[in-house]
């Protein structure tokens, strides 16, 4: 099973840009979609981005997208998320997790323990 911790996550003003990054442990990581989810306070957890173990393909929220760009690089076992042109409505606890089907993880996939971003207005 693959082990995830990300970081990157922070305060920032709306109209600003994070980079998240997730590292990952484990045999099976350069072979699996990796995704991002994240929940916002008082909503479930929400699909943000997934990329296929190639990196060949990637997939966004429509809320996301032309906003936020996943990559990975296996040699490093990292997993990214930058986003731009942040807006309020992006703040919420960020979760890299793997591996991802159909923006699903799979029910013996992994979960980091979430990094937090706020955007202020």
Same mark, same amino acid.
């Given at each position: 099973? @693959? !082990?995830? @911790?990300?970081?990157?996550?922070? =305060?920032? /003003?709306? +109209?600003?840009?994070?980079? =998240?990054?997730?590292?990952?442990?484990? !045999?099976?990581?350069?072979?699996?979609?990796?995704?991002?989810?994240?929940?916002?306070?008082?909503? %479930?957890? #929400?699909?943000?981005? %997934?990329? &296929?173990?190639?990196?060949?393909?990637? *997939?966004?929220? %429509? *809320?996301?997208? +032309?906003?936020? &760009?996943?990559?990975? %690089?296996?040699?490093?076992?990292?997993?990214? =998320? !930058?986003?731009?042109? =942040?807006?309020? #409505?992006?703040?919420?606890?960020?979760?890299?997790?793997?591996?991802? $089907?159909?923006?699903?993880?799979?029910?013996? +996939?992994?979960? +980091? /323990? $979430?990094?937090?971003?706020?955007?202020? *207005?």
């Amino acid at each position: 099973q @693959v !082990q995830l @911790v990300e970081s990157g996550g922070g =305060l920032v /003003q709306a +109209g600003g840009s994070l980079r =998240l990054s997730c590292v990952a442990s484990g !045999q099976s990581f350069s072979t699996s979609a990796m995704g991002w989810f994240r929940q916002a306070p008082g909503k %479930d957890r #929400e699909f943000v981005a %997934d990329i &296929t173990w190639s990196g060949g393909s990637t *997939s966004y929220a %429509d *809320s996301v997208k +032309g906003r936020f &760009t996943i990559s990975r %690089d296996n040699a490093k076992n990292m997993v990214y =998320l !930058q986003m731009n042109k =942040l807006k309020p #409505e992006d703040t919420g606890v960020y979760y890299c997790a793997g591996p991802v $089907g159909g923006r699903v993880v799979i029910a013996s +996939g992994s979960w +980091g /323990q $979430g990094t937090q971003v706020t955007v202020s *207005s």
